[in-house]
């Protein structure tokens, strides 16, 4: 078997394999490390001969342009014409310079030169989880790179990280930086990593959108100069999410080709930055977003960055989702305690609203237990003085007069019921009408004699304090201690302004410091807790907050035709069993929208299934359907959770999303098709199926366990579904279906 990682000396060249890729970067005689090639490699072809690949051309061909140099990690020193990966500002030192050149401190320019290098298998990036709960993959060690480099003239320190998950192609990157020196550094840029794509013309697809429509596919061409990805915020956010696929224009396809892909596991402000040089190349530094940004590093202090993930497929973006989702669920999401399968939750939010009384909250229990759900969850207004928007937030103590009995009465009756309790929770909130506020004015983020500006009648903490964050769960650790509560949905539902801190500009990390901190420290205690994460919907999504939570409240909107186009650029990056989805009323409470119950349980299903209608308005037969329903969704859950994704049709381009979720051994499917609009006298083409047992017979049946045809493996991935047996419920132009396929001999 091929070495993992390999190292010339004679060449000085260093080889990262993956099982179907290859990364290679070079030492230069006067130390510069230097990227060398990266892309997909067939692991049946001979061992590629990397020593004779030349660096790209166009390196000091010309005094206006002698900056294209592939620098493994580009530093502001190296570079200062063209964009940088790391920036740092060494202040003035006596003795170095003559007098008549203190006026040019600080020192802004650092270079780094290779020193030496290791392997390792427990190297771990910044911000990566205290909570010490194990991921499925635990046992497996995982080769680290580790390559240290040293500035020509100071002592500092910058090291490399590169850990390599093999069997799905994946690279993490990040960075340590130890300030050796005997005066204070700022870093004023730093990204985690730089990759760099081979010579050619390519298209970048990311998702964009806003608070009730994120995650939705935009492809565009990158062209010469800064395509700029970013969100300068406390989460990850609502319009943007830090995750890409590139590919080479006119070489790929959603099943074909090669595809570049990456993820930043960070829940702060960030940026990824691609940058097509003059001269061709694309390199990509993905990190801290650089506006407001400052990191100070104290002499002997270090600074360890959170991870870029990246990687590349070469059968499309189909086999770079595939790899992501896999990637998440072996070595990023935490095992739950309670079992390996998401349960069926119910959210009382959409119910009641602020009218919550102890009486609704007990019926609307135990009619969610009567129709299969396993986890039931009391929403906002819980707590103190919580009878709107208005007032509470930083009060996390229930309020007596709608539990006169505090919260154990309920949750003694819904575990009697036989489901967990979870409540909603935004402790990094806090009203101006609130306890906490009156007694602690300055505890917010804020700039003396400036406006405080309020969203949503709520202001953010300063998790700058190091009281603040201690105070917080204080208040949480206390809910835990004296109620069985085994769920929390975690919000948070504002964009920071005036973000005055006694942090100073390093506030935009710490604050999601102080988040992850919280969260390990109460997983840790509770080991039966379970997180969602939430910001106002899909506002924090990324791979750093997912190594903490079991799940992500993917949007705000529950209107089902909506989340179908969330879904689709949703699972681009991220697997569809953290996603999960409400079947709420039939007419959305957001859109206005009429929607059949059918529409909206079958886009529910395709992730993790919540319900947040008032089951109290509903009749005994509607009842009755919900209970069938999510019989049927708990039957084909460990498909939706475990198996591969194929996007066979997207709602963008032909107004239907058509999914199929495969085992691997190809013995169960779900197909999952919704189409969105279609005009008179269209009809839903049949879709090819894919990564089922050619020679097998497969029996489809749908929710109300009848079986509508068997088909062979050969004629479902050769002509699909055939069109007059999919017995598509038809109701306004909106047209549905799930089946099961499951193979019978």
Known sequence: MTEAITFDPQQKLFVLRTHRSFYAMRILPDGQLVHVKYAPADPAVQPLRLSLLDEYPGSDWASWENQTRLWEFPAFGDISYHDAALKAAFPAASGLLAAQDAAIYPIRDLRPRYRRHEIRTDAIPGHSPAHGRSVRKQATARQTLIMEMQDIGFDFIVRLFYRLTPEWDIIERWAELENRTTMPVTMESLAFATIHLPLGEYDLTRTAGAWAREFIPVTQSLQQGLTVLKQQGLNTGHSINPAFLVQPRGQATPESGPTYFGALAYSGNWSIRFESLPTDPIRIHGGYETDDFALHLAPGERHTTPAFVFGVADDGFDGASHRLHNFARDYVLPVSVHGASRPVLYNSWEAVYFDMTVESQVRLARLAAAIGVELFCVDDGWFKGRRSDHAGLGDWVVDRTIFPDGLNPLIEEVKKLGMRFGLWVEPEMVNPNSDLYRVHPDWVLHFPTRPRTELRQQLILDFGRPEVVRHVHTMLDALLEQYDITFFKWDMNRHATEPGSVAGQEIWFRHVAGVYSIMDQLRQKYPRLEIQSCSGGGGRVDL??????????????????????????????????????????????????????????????????????NLDRLSAEELDTYRRNIAFYRKIRPIIEQGRLHRLAWVQDHGASAWQMVLPDGSQSVYSLVVVHSLLGHQVPCHPLRGLVPEATYRITDASERELLRLSGAQLMTLGLPGNHQHIYVKAGIRSRTVLLSRID
């Not at 969330?566 to 991220?574: E, T, V």
């Not at 999960?580 to 529409?599: A, D, F, I, K, Y």
């Open 544 to 613: 750093g907050i997912l190594a903490r939570v079991e799940q992500v409240w993917t949007s705000d909107n529950t209107d089902a035709l909506d989340r179908v186009y969330i879904q689709d650029g949703f699972s681009l990056f991220y697997p569809p069993g953290v996603m999960e989805s409400w079947v709420t009323h039939e007419h959305n409470h957001q859109t206005g929208r009429v929607l059949p119950l059918e529409v909206r349980f079958d886009t529910a299903m395709r992730g993790v299934l919540g319900i947040g209608t």
